[in-house]
């Protein structure tokens, strides 16, 4: 869902608990480098790198990923995102986080 020009909130979809939950990641981009606040659930690598190709991005173009707190809906996706794209994406967290 559009929320203006450069935000995008993503839509990631879980099964928990015998129903389907809809996550919102947050992609912050412009014509430099794009931005994903939290990341989902570990294990929707594949949603999320669908969801950016619809927006006619991809997976490396990331270049930092901001978490808001340690919920493992928030921080989940963190690993395999740096694992298939780049290693040396920055993440940004709070110090207290951890």
């Not at 490396?60 to 994406?89: C, M, P, V, W």
């Amino acid at each position: 869902m559009r929320i203006s020009e450069g935000v995008e909130m993503l839509q990631l979809t879980v099964r928990a608990f015998d129903q389907d939950i809809i996550l919102n990641p947050t992609l912050v981009w412009n014509n430099d480098e794009a931005i994903l606040i939290d990341t989902g659930m570990p294990g929707q690598i594949d949603q999320l790198k669908k969801v950016l190709n619809e927006l006619n991005m991809s997976i490396e173009d990331l270049k930092a990923i901001f978490l808001t707190h340690q919920d493992l809906d928030h921080i989940g996706g963190a690993a395999d995102i740096r694992k298939k794209s780049n290693e040396n994406i920055i993440v940004y967290a709070h110090e207290g986080d951890g």
